[in-house]
C-alpha cells in the first residue's frame, strides 16, 4: 500500500534556507519583474516575471510564456536567464542577481545554479513547487558545484496578489 511521503522539511533532507537580508534597489527590481509578470498574465499566462541584473543594469527579463509558446520550459527565468546570456555573450552569469515574483520551480532552480548566478531575490514563497526553500532547496544545495545567497519575501504581498487575482478572474464564469 502506497504511503503519502515524508513531508519536506530538514528532517527530510531538505537543507535549510540560508537568508541574506534585502539590500538597497532590490524593491525597485522587484517592480520591474512584477512588471513582466503583468505582460504574462495580457497573453493568458499565469503571472510570474523575473529580471536578472549585473552591475546595476537589468541584462534579461522574461515572464511566463507557457501557454502562449505551447512550451512546458518557458518559464520566466528561464527567459530571462537566456536573455542575459546572449547580452553578455556567455553561459556564466557570475555577478548577477535574478529577481523573480514567485519562488523558483525545480527547473528553474536548477538553471540558477547551471548560469552561476550570484543571488537570488524572490518575492513570494511557493509551497507547491518552490525549489529555493519551500519544498527543495536546490539553490543552496551542498552537494551541487554553485549556490546562491537567497532574499525572499521582497513585495511577497504584491506578487502574491497578482497570482490569486489571475485565479479569481479565471474563475468567474464567461457570459
Ligand atoms: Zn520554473
Redesign the pocket.
Known amino acids: 500500500m502506497l504511503k503519502p511521503g515524508p513531508r519536506p522539511g530538514p528532517e527530510s533532507g531538505v537543507p535549510s534556507m540560508v537568508q541574506v537580508p534585502a539590500s538597497d534597489g532590490d524593491e525597485a527590481w522587484m517592480r520591474l519583474a512584477l512588471e513582466e509578470a503583468r505582460r504574462a498574465a495580457s497573453g493568458g499566462d499565469v503571472p510570474v516575471g523575473a529580471v536578472v541584473v549585473r552591475d546595476g543594469a537589468v541584462i534579461g527579463r522574461g515572464h511566463n510564456r507557457r501557454e502562449q509558446d505551447h512550451d512546458p520550459t518557458a518559464?520566466?527565468?528561464?527567459i530571462a536567464i537566456r536573455e542575459a546570456a546572449a547580452a553578455v555573450g556567455a553561459w556564466r552569469l557570475t555577478g548577477s542577481t535574478l529577481y523573480v515574483t514567485i519562488e523558483?520551480?525545480p527547473?528553474?532552480a536548477g538553471a540558477l545554479v547551471l548560469a552561476r548566478i550570484d543571488r537570488l531575490v524572490y518575492g513570494a514563497a511557493d509551497p507547491k513547487t518552490g525549489a529555493a526553500g519551500s519544498l527543495y532547496n536546490i539553490v543552496q544545495d551542498e552537494r551541487l558545484n554553485h549556490r546562491l545567497a537567497v532574499t525572499a519575501g521582497v513585495l511577497e504581498s504584491e506578487c502574491r496578489e497578482l497570482i490569486r487575482s489571475f485565479f479569481r478572474q479565471r474563475r468567474q464564469p464567461k457570459t
Open positions: 518559464h520566466a527565468e528561464i523558483p520551480c527547473m528553474c
